[in-house]
């Protein structure tokens, strides 16, 4: 893992399920499946009464607060305890085996091997032949040249072009209008001088004495130098709760996703006593 903590969780047809991952150099499994019930509790407890102060959602007991964030971090501050968890977040975001076998190994070797990025090239491509009527495409390609949205725009036109080629059609995508480096022309031209500066003092402004890391009661004391060896627990909402928190977003005019991140941020909170919490979420949008 790359953080102390990384909650990963995705709608699964009724229910929210996914991992809470966690640096093993600091923590214990045990104090991780403590924190996933922090959280589920947390929610069932939004859910039981949205409008409850952050500070009644009993999460510690009095001796563990103690200990954990006056006695092991000494963390313990003030945080906004008498406000409910929406109003902080709305406040805040207005098939054989064998060739199976060799196909993972193939898949891995590709995945293993490096670019360079002073020559090029930053897309690979391999075509493996499974059998007389199936073949696997590898197509690995370096993030600086291609994202999120790049994937699905390249899938669903190669998906297009090869429908085309195997019923002996001619090309069925239209002539661009403009290349990508068009784009990132007018891209560097529009982005600099007194607009650049503007939009990176508004960052510097908005994260201006942000916290470095956050100060969760680990187990253990935190190395000189991140390893990045971590692990998992599973994280499971079932259908019940999950409907209530879709509802309850939908009376607060958010998304699922918000509601169980700002579950999340006041579960980190409370553990760490601090009000102030820097959390990355690795989408677009």
């Given at each position: ?21 966690y ?38 007991s ?7 964030l ?42 293993r ?17 499974m059998?007389?009527?199936?073949h ?39 002539p ?30 908005t994260l ?48 699922l ?10 579960v ?18």
């Open positions: 893992v790359k953080f102390d903590l990384e909650l990963n969780l995705s709608e699964r047809g009724e229910v929210i399920a996914g991992t809470l991952g640096a093993t150099a600091l923590f214990d499994e045990a104090t991780i499946e403590r924190q996933r019930g922090y959280l589920l509790a947390l929610l069932r407890a939004m859910v039981a009464d949205a409008e409850q102060p952050v500070g009644r959602i009993g999460l510690l009095s001796a563990e607060r103690t200990y954990l006056e006695e092991l971090n000494r963390t313990a501050a003030a945080y906004p305890s008498e406000v409910c968890i929406h109003a902080l977040f709305e406040a805040q975001v207005r098939q054989a085996p064998d060739a199976e076998a060799a196909l993972s190994d193939l898949c891995n070797e590709e995945a091997t490096p670019f360079d990025l002073g020559r090029g090239p930053l897309i690979r491509g391999r075509l493996i032949r059998s007389d009527e199936e696997v495409f590898l197509l690995t390609q370096h993030h600086i040249v291609s994202d999120g949205w790049s994937m699905g725009v390249l899938v669903r036109e190669l998906s297009a072009l090869y429908r085309a080629f195997v019923a002996g059609q001619d090309d069925p995508l239209p661009l209008v403009i290349q990508y480096s068009d784009y990132a022309a007018w891209q560097r031209q529009w982005l600099s001088g007194e607009r650049l500066q503007s939009q990176a003092q508004y960052w510097r402004n201006a004495g942000a916290p470095a890391r956050l100060a969760l009661p680990t187990d253990r004391p935190r190395p000189e130098q991140q390893s990045f060896a971590g692990g998992t627990v599973p994280v499971v909402i079932d259908a019940d709760l999950t409907r209530e928190l879709k509802r309850l977003s939908r009376r607060h005019g958010t998304t996703f918000m509601t169980v991140l700002a579950a999340w941020a006041a980190l909170s409370r553990l760490a006593g601090q009000d102030d919490l820097v959390i990355g979420v690795p989408t677009a949008n």
